[in-house]
């Protein structure tokens, strides 16, 4: 009986000493921070954009109001620098009438790994749009953002 019960308490602090173990080398939470804010007509984000595989970079999106622009870049990592702007002109995209009353807000989420995707409310119209920024796909060099998706998330309210 006696030696049952060590051999109960070893298997047990075995099993627990694993599980302690375990939880202590796990992958904490990866952090995939992106950045919003705002001032008079301007709202930048930030996001990470996958230009090269092996080098994740970050993508910086910037909503200017007075132009209906959106409008992304991307860092280079190697030299700090500016890669030059991709636009997306917002008044076409949301069917929007030239100086009409807006209100846009957006924000970035994690769609895959290294890459981000822009969403794009317009309160005023109910649309939503979902955008990405990449590489050119004819392999010259720049930026180009996708739209992937246009919805609606406000349904008319009938008469």
Known sequence: MRESGRLFWMLAGIALGSLGAAAYFAPGPRAAAGCADRHEDFVICTGSVSTNPRAPTDGVWL???RSG???GTVIDRDRGKINGWAEVDLVSEFGLAPRANVHFMMATGQISIGQAA????ETTSGKLGVYTMGPRPDGLPGLVIKRHDMGTFRQDKPD
Do not use: E, G
Not at 118 to 121: E, F, I, K, N, T
């Open 118 to 121: 822009l969403y794009v409310a």
């Open 63 to 65: 909503l200017d109001y």
């Open 69 to 71: 622009k959106l409008l």
